[in-house]
Every structure is written in structure tokens, then in C-alpha cells.
């Protein structure tokens, strides 16, 4: 059974209980009750004609009292035993009261328009005594009339506890419903419901503290999935990088055992002398060839251990990226691509000269490497306001934008560069070198197949800068003076 109709129950059970209490009290006690309050009044009538110092107006008496006052001689009792109104043994009980001054109440059928009666019998003076009577009929009028209020009265009383009743219940229940489907909204993790009753009792008090409770369980819930996530992140980055371990090692077998091999076979050669004095000269160079390419990318390795690691550290300081430029720019002059400068001729950056002189060199070389076309290769720095953007050009026809979602990871070689010499770690090392430098970085491709690697680099302040000159000016000072 629900709460609401248990309530509703209730509260009508109380109802009829109230209203069938009043009821039976009403049919059982009224009509006693009625007859004891007359027979106080007729006392009292009665303790007013016996009182000296009150003057007496019978028939004011008998009109208010609704009444009829008698004054008999004692011997008139008898007429009652005679009309078979009392028995011998009440008017003997009635004479004996007299005596001791106690007056005697007796109920009497009269024949005549009386009826039934009510009659007080007091003694009053030697040989007489008072009597009152008053027909009972009226006091049964008056107990239906009350009887019939009081019915009306209970009927409406029922009524009006019933809509009580049910009022009361849907307002109980109402709430409790309501925090009902809260809780099955969390239930089911819905944490959009809230409690918005404006209570200010227990309810209302269940409701806040479902509130709070949805609200902490949805923080909780959402900092688990986010654990999840990046749990799942992080199994799916292990997976990625025991996948990586393992090429690794056979890319490093690969890329190690030929250099070994030729340095075997020239070493070998030239310790059986199968090789003439002329060739000799060519086998120590192959040797020493071999030896640096070996020793490039163990370098390379170690580096790219370093950034993985977290041992990578850098020395960031106040630098100017132009000469960097400039020299890589005058380092490839001798090679078949035309380089292009666009850009100011200082640019104050916020980074480790010798680690961005690394990002320069691999994304110029690559360039020259990789470029197609015209073998034209553009290096533009823009103003970014609070940045510089880096970007170096090129045309490459054999690039695809499925290419260059994995352009940085290391060890990955694309079609374009077989053939090409390198180990496929300089773009990786350029990750993670920018990534040091909390630096954005990308590549995009624009126009008729052309390739942009870009990077940011924080800007100098202008009142750093302005500082520097004031304290190289203060040196040139100081010099000219010695």
C-alpha cells in the first residue's frame, strides 16, 4: 500500500473515531446531561421560594422554568399511590426526605396534556411542601433539535475531514514523491533533478541533503571517469609505446648492423691486406663514414632517451633568433635549394640558444632534404604580438594530410624519405625540444603542395629589452672611458 493512501487511512480513521465519539456521546450522555441541568434549575427555583428574602412571582418562575409550582398539603402525596403514579415505598421515601429537609426528584406519567414529567418534590412548611413539575416533553424537544444540529454538524465535520484528509496527504506525499524520482534519477547517474521545495522541515531538510548528496556523488562519479580516462589513456599509450620498444630495437638492429657490417668487411680487409696502398686510404674513410653515422644516431638516441625520460634540461634565456638564422641560412647556401628570409632582423625570444639552434637546423635541413618542385625553401618569423611564429616552407608533392598525423612520432619514416639518409628522429627530437619550451607547434599543408612547419616562442618584454640596452650602453660607456 502506498505511503499516500496509508496517510489518507490515517487521518480518515482519526476522523471517524473523533466524529463517532461525538456522536455516541451526543445519543448516550445529552439526554442525562439534559436532565441534570434541569434538575439543577428546579433546585434553584425551589431555593427561591424557600429563601425569606426573596419575593416570590410564581408565575415569572413558571415561565422561565418552563415550569408548574405547587403548593400541596402533605397528605396530598397519597394521590400519586391512589393514581398508580408512585408506590407506597417512593412516597414513604419522599415523607422521609421532608423530614430531614432533602427534596426528591421523581419522574411521573401524568394522564392529562403533561405526559411525562419531571417532578421535584421539597418540603416546605409544617404539613405542606412545593412541587415542580416540568414536562419532560419539552426537554425530548429540545434533545432532538440538538440531536438533528449535531448530526448535520458531524456529517459536515465527516466531509470536511475527509478533504482534510486527503489535502493533508497530497501535501505529505507530494515531496516524498518527488525526492522518490530524484533518487531514481541518481539512481540511474541522471543528476539533473534537483529538490526545490521550499520547506522548511524534515522534508525539506531530505531534500537539501539529496541534493548534496547527488552533487558529491556526481563530482565523485565525474573525477572517476576522468581517472578512467586517463587511465585508459595512459594503458593505451603504454600499448603504443611497448609497440615502439619493440620497433625501436629492430630499427636500431637495422640501422646498427650495416655500418657494423661495412666496418667488419673494410676492418677485415685491410688486416689481410687483400686491399693496395691506393685502397687503403678509401677503407679507413669508409671506416670513419660509418663511425660517425654510428655515432650520430646513438647521439640522437640518447637525446631522444633524454626528452622521454624527463632528464632533458634546458637553459632558457633572453636570446636573438636573427643570427641563428642567419648562419643556418649561410650553412646550406651550398646546397641546390634557394633559401628565403622573411621577417625583422631582431627577434628577442624567450628560449635555449642551443637547443633552438637544434629545431632550426633539423626543420631547414629537412626542408632541403625532402623539398620538391622549385627547391625553393621559405623561413618567415611573424610578430604575434606576444609571441614570435617560426615557420620554414617548402614544396613537397609527396605529402598527404593522413602523412602528417604522424609526421613527429619517432622512428617513423614516410614513403617521401626512402632513399633519403636519416633515422627518423630529427622531427621527434623537434617535439620534444618545443614541447621543453612550452612552445605550440604544428604542420599544414597551403597552396599547391606546400609544407609549413611552424612553431611560437615567447617574446622578450619590452622592459627587459630596454634594460639590456641601457646596460650595454653603460658598457660602451665604460670601455670608451678606458
Not at 392529562?112 to 421535584?120: F, I, M, N, P
Not at 478533504?163 to 543528476?191: C, G, H, R, W, Y
Not at 676492418?267 to 660517425?292: H, M, P, S
Not at 625532402?370 to 618567415?380: A, F, L, M, S
Request: some cysteine.
Amino acid at each position: 500500500m502506498k505511503i499516500r493512501v496509508k496517510i489518507f487511512l490515517v487521518m480518515l480513521s482519526v476522523v471517524f473515531v473523533m466524529v463517532g465519539g461525538f456522536a455516541i456521546t451526543n445519543s448516550v450522555y445529552l439526554e442525562k446531561f439534559y436532565v441534570t441541568n434541569k434538575k439543577e434549575k428546579l433546585l434553584q427555583v425551589g431555593n427561591s421560594i424557600l429563601d425569606p428574602n426573596y419575593i416570590v412571582d410564581f408565575r415569572n418562575l413558571e415561565m422561565q422554568n418552563n415550569a408548574e409550582i405547587v403548593i400541596k398539603k402533605l397528605d396530598q402525596l397519597d394521590k400519586f399511590y391512589f393514581r398508580r403514579q408512585l408506590t407506597i415505598d417512593e412516597i414513604i421515601q419522599i415523607k422521609r426526605g421532608f423530614k430531614v429537609g432533602k427534596p426528591t426528584f421523581k419522574i411521573i406519567s401524568f394522564k392529562d396534556y403533561r405526559g411525562k414529567a419531571l417532578v421535584l418534590f421539597m418540603p416546605y412548611k409544617s404539613n405542606r411542601y412545593i412541587e415542580i413539575l416540568t414536562p419532560l416533553s419539552l426537554i425530548q424537544e429540545g434533545l432532538d433539535v440538538s440531536i438533528q444540529y449535531h448530526i448535520q454538524i458531524i456529517i459536515l465535520a465527516l466531509v470536511l475531514g475527509c478533504v482534510i484528509a486527503f489535502i493533508f496527504s497530497k501535501a505529505m506525499v507530494t515531496p516524498i514523491l518527488e525526492i522518490k524520482e530524484i533518487t531514481q534519477k541518481i539512481a540511474k547517474l541522471d543528476f539533473s533533478r534537483k529538490f526545490e521545495g521550499d520547506r522548511v522541515d524534515e522534508i525539506g531538510e531530505l531534500g537539501e541533503a539529496i541534493n548534496k548528496m547527488g552533487e558529491t556523488l556526481k563530482k565523485n562519479i565525474d573525477e572517476i571517469n576522468k581517472v578512467n580516462a586517463k587511465l585508459r589513456v595512459d594503458i593505451e599509450n603504454e600499448k603504443e609505446l611497448d609497440k615502439l620498444r619493440k620497433e625501436f630495437i629492430a630499427y636500431v638492429s637495422h640501422e646498427l648492423k650495416t655500418p657494423i657490417a661495412i666496418i667488419q668487411g673494410y676492418a677485415q680487409g685491410l688486416i689481410e691486406n687483400v686491399a693496395t696502398e691506393e685502397d687503403k686510404n678509401f677503407y679507413c674513410e669508409v671506416i670513419v663514414e660509418e663511425a660517425y653515422k654510428m655515432d650520430a644516431l646513438v647521439k640522437e638516441l640518447l637525446l631522444m632517451s633524454k626528452i622521454e625520460s624527463g632528464y632533458f634540461k634546458m637553459e632558457n634565456a633572453d636570446i636573438d633568433a636573427y643570427p641563428l638564422i642567419q648562419d643556418l641560412m649561410d650553412k646550406y647556401s651550398t646546397q641546390a635549394s634557394d633559401l628565403v628570409y622573411t621577417g625583422d632582423t631582431q627577434i628577442n625570444v624567450i628560449a635555449d640558444e642551443k637547443y633552438l639552434d637544434r629545431v632550426l637546423d633539423n626543420l631547414i635541413s629537412n626542408a632541403i632534404k625532402y623539398g620538391t618542385d622549385d627547391k625553393i625553401v621559405n623561413i618567415e618569423v611573424k610578430d604575434m604580438g606576444d609571441k614570435y611564429r617560426f615557420i620554414v616552407s617548402n614544396k613537397s608533392h609527396n605529402l598527404t594530410e593522413k602523412d602528417l598525423e604522424s609526421i613527429w612520432t619517432p622512428f617513423i619514416r614516410l614513403e617521401s624519405s626512402i632513399g633519403k639518409e636519416g633515422h627518423g628522429l630529427g622531427l621527434a627530437i623537434v617535439a620534444g625540444i618545443l614541447d621543453k619550451h612550452h612552445s605550440e607547434h604544428g604542420v599544414y599543408l597551403s597552396g599547391e603542395n606546400t609544407v609549413n612547419f611552424w612553431f611560437d616562442l615567447e617574446k622578450v618584454s619590452e622592459s627587459t629589452l630596454n634594460e639590456k640596452n641601457e646596460l650595454s650602453e653603460d658598457k660602451g660607456e665604460k670601455n670608451e672611458e678606458e
